[in-house]
Antibody, heavy 120, light 111 residues
Framework: QVQLVQSGAEVKKPGASVKVSCKAS????????ISWVRQAPGQGLEWMGW????????NYAQKLQGRVTMTTDTSTSTAYMELRSLRSDDTAVYYC?????????????WGQGTLVTVSS | QSVLTQPPSVSAAPGQKVTISCSGS????????VSWYQQLPGTAPKLLIY???KRPSGIPDRFSGSKSGTSATLGITGLQTGDEADYYC????????????FGGGTKLTVL
């Protein structure tokens, strides 16, 4: 069965960086893209960007351009999301989600989420 | 401020039916498929409906979806207490800043 397993919770200081991993199993990793979605406490879902596991092409949300980098390691079927210059409003649960195809707007499988807390 | 607009909350009694609306624009709902997600407390979102009205394997037919123009609707019949959750609509936005977009979420209370 398809599984996305994310790395554990992180606590970071403002200005620091965080890198969250998402290990995929149960399907051919390079056949699908991975989106990253975050959810601030008590808030809704926010799409952060997408990466093709096939060729590494990316598309980032405009508000995060310059602070976020998404990568994949096909040898381990793992996707990564790095967010830099962290601020308090980056405190959120970060999810990876498998997108059916680029632009489908359909995320069929989700990781369990990684809580990132930004606090001095 | 979410790109897609949903009511903050809806409620109904067990066994009843409820609908949740999702309003967007021509750059998102109007020209792309809509999906719906259920998020139980403390868990990741779960896909309920894709391509406007299709259900993934394992999702009961109590859940249905429809789309008309720039709006979409999720319907849930035979409400159960276990349906209490937050529900989100999602789609792709094909504007200059193309990307995924979601509604603000609707809290369903089964009274």
């Amino acid at each position: 069965q398809v599984q996305l397993v994310q790395s554990g919770a992180e606590v970071k200081k403002p200005g620091a960086s965080v890198k969250v991993s998402c290990k995929a199993s149960g399907y051919t990793f390079t056949s699908y893209g991975i989106s990253w979605v975050r959810q601030a406490p008590g808030q809704g879902l926010e799409w952060m960007g997408w990466i093709s596991a096939y060729n590494g092409n990316t598309n980032y949300a405009q508000k995060l351009q310059g602070r976020v980098t998404m990568t994949t390691d096909t040898s381990t079927s793992t996707a990564y999301m790095e967010l830099r210059s962290l601020r308090s409003d980056d405190t959120a649960v970060y999810y990876c989600a498998r997108e059916n195809y680029y632009g489908s707007g359909e995320w069929g499988y989700w990781g369990q989420g990684t809580l990132v807390t930004v606090s001095s | 401020q979410s790109v897609l607009t949903q009511p903050p909350s809806v409620s109904a009694a067990p066994g009843q039916k409820v609908t949740i609306s999702c309003s967007g624009s021509s750059s998102n709902i109007g020209n792309n498929y809509v999906s719906w997600y259920q998020q139980l407390p403390g868990t990741a979102p779960k896909l309920l409906i894709y391509e406007n009205n299709k259900r993934p394997s394992g999702i009961p037919d109590r859940f249905s979806g429809s789309k008309s123009g720039t709006s979409a609707t999720l319907g849930i019949t035979g409400l159960q207490t276990g349906d209490e959750a937050d529900y989100y609509c999602g789609t792709w936005d094909s504007s200059l800043s193309a990307g995924g977009v979601f509604g603000g979420g609707t809290k369903l209370t089964v009274l």
